[in-house]
């Protein structure tokens, strides 16, 4: 037991003077928001594996190569590191290793904004429209009941249920002409009923209107998988997003990067885009045409891959725990998340 601890211990004393005393390999691929090609690099990824590697005092070189590219590198291992969205799969785990998760992602859709004059109410909305009648229905009973045979309302119940019905919606939206106003006890406890309801719904109901009338809708929807195998989806080569899709059976279009799948998008050449979430959040915020459609699919988490049994798993994951810990992982994440 004693030797087996001072071999442990031993080894990891080499493997961490090893990775301090060596030029580690890192290959990183173009992807906003993780990684940014300008004059100089930058991104998620980027800070993030600048923060570890001080942390760790890495002497490194970076080299930036197509994502495919990165992978085979550190498969044959002309590699140690690959950073930028790298999702965690059990096919890429059969040939590389990964350091903990960095981050959690998934795949989502983005469309063409609906250009159409007439707003495309919700199922949602659509439901709250048949509640708010059957509340004025309701009321508009109530107050009938309580209320008929007075001045204002008629003892007949037509006119007098509409009479009612007219005194529910002018009341339930706070305008409040006077016209009619309860005269018995009763009445007035229903009408109080109706106030402290009925106002506080019917804001609700026309707030979820307004909220369909002034959002920006997708063109070509998404909500459940099934709708993506309506559309040609464009999405970027030799990515996670890319095997999902086929597994799923979607005629796809795959492009060289995002940028050129959205273009195709906008010539119509594919009716959506879907690739990992972080990304089409990220480039939907930057494109007054483009809005987010569907939920995240298949959530997943990203990591930092590695030659398989690299010996640098453990340092680095040493280190992101660390950042983690201090609140330095937290400060990089908010910044560009």
């Known amino acids: ?5 001072v071999l442990t211990v031993a080894f990891t004393i080499i493997s961490s003077l090893a990775v301090a005393t060596e030029t580690i390999r890192v290959v990183a691929s173009e992807l906003p928001p993780c990684v940014f090609v300008g004059e100089e690099l930058s991104g998620f990824s980027i800070e993030l594996w600048e923060a570890i590697s001080d942390e760790l005092k890495l002497d490194y070189e970076l080299q930036l190569l197509a994502f495919d590219e990165k992978l085979d590198a550190i498969k044959t291992r002309n590699a140690d590191v690959a950073i930028g969205c790298i999702t965690v799969s059990a096919d890429r785990e059969r040939d590389m290793d990964f350091t903990h998760a960095v981050t959690t992602n998934g795949f989502t859709a983005a469309s063409l904004i609906e250009a159409s004059l007439i707003p495309n ?4 909305s659509l439901k709250m429209l048949l509640l708010l009648l059957l509340f004025v229905i309701f009321f508009a009973h109530l107050m009938w009941w309580s209320e008929h045979g007075q001045s204002s309302i008629s003892d007949r119940y037509f006119p007098g249920v509409f009479q009612s019905i007219w005194f529910s919606l002018v009341t339930m939206s706070t305008v409040g002409y006077g016209d009619i106003a309860p005269q018995r006890w009763l009445g007035r406890i229903s009408a109080a009923l109706l106030i402290l309801t009925g106002v506080t719904a019917f804001g609700v109901i026309f707030g979820q209107f307004a ?11 998404v909500e459940v998988t099934s709708d993506l195998r309506t559309y040609v989806v464009g999405t970027k080569a030799h990515t996670a997003a890319a095997y ?31 690739h990992d979430t972080l990304a089409i959040k990220h480039l939907v915020q930057r494109s007054d045409d483009l809005v987010v459609t569907g939920p995240t699919f298949s959530p997943h988490y990203l990591g930092i891959a590695l030659q398989e049994s690299s010996p640098l798993r453990e340092s680095l994951n040493t280190a992101l725990l660390k950042l983690q810990v201090d609140g330095r992982y937290q400060t990089i994440h908010d910044r560009w998340f």
């Open 211 to 221: 909220a369909d009338a002034l959002g920006q809708r997708a063109a070509k929807p």
């Open 121 to 124: 109410f919700s199922d949602e």
């Open 1 to 5: 037991m004693i030797a087996r601890v």
């Open 244 to 274: 999902y899709l086929s597994e799923l059976g979607v005629e796809t279009e795959e492009y060289v990067d995002l940028a050129t799948a959205t273009e195709a998008m906008r010539a119509g050449t594919v009716d959506v885009i879907m």
